[in-house]
């Protein structure tokens, strides 16, 4: 079992910048893909980042390319969401997850653990 543990979430103005961390404990992730989810209200769970097991490469979803950046530390077991230039349709619960897939572009249904999920609310 894994268990994946957001924070860093919060209330930030337009504009504005949070970093979000995701601390997991049980087993290892260090050579696992991970990434990050978002869910707005009334809206389905959509991909915001990847990142595969070394670090070296990326994925971002187009409506954060540019102001998101994704990083992992695997001596701690970590991964990290810069997110710089909020915006109010950032608005969202900030998911944390892992993946079974060796390449993964964030397809939900290769996700094999979920964190529990951060709100971050950007305001105008």
């Known amino acids: 079992q894994v268990q994946l543990v957001e924070s860093g979430g919060g209330l930030v103005q337009a504009g504005g910048s949070l970093r979000l961390s995701c601390a997991a404990s049980?087993?290892?992730?260090?050579?696992?893909?991970l990434g990050w989810f978002r869910q707005a209200p009334g809206k389905e769970r959509e991909f915001v980042a990847t990142i595969n097991w070394s670090g070296e490469r990326t994925y971002y979803a187009d409506s954060v390319k540019g102001r998101f950046t994704i990083s992992r530390d695997n001596a701690k077991n970590a991964v990290y969401l810069q997110m710089n230039n909020l915006k109010p349709e950032d608005t969202a619960v900030y998911y944390c997850?892992?993946?079974?897939?060796?390449?993964?572009?964030?397809?939900?249904?290769?996700?094999?653990?979920w964190g529990q999920g951060t709100q971050v609310t950007v305001s105008s």
């Open positions: 049980g087993r290892t992730i260090r050579r696992y893909a």
């Open positions: 997850a892992r993946s079974y897939a060796v390449y993964w572009y964030g397809a939900v249904t290769e996700v094999d653990y």
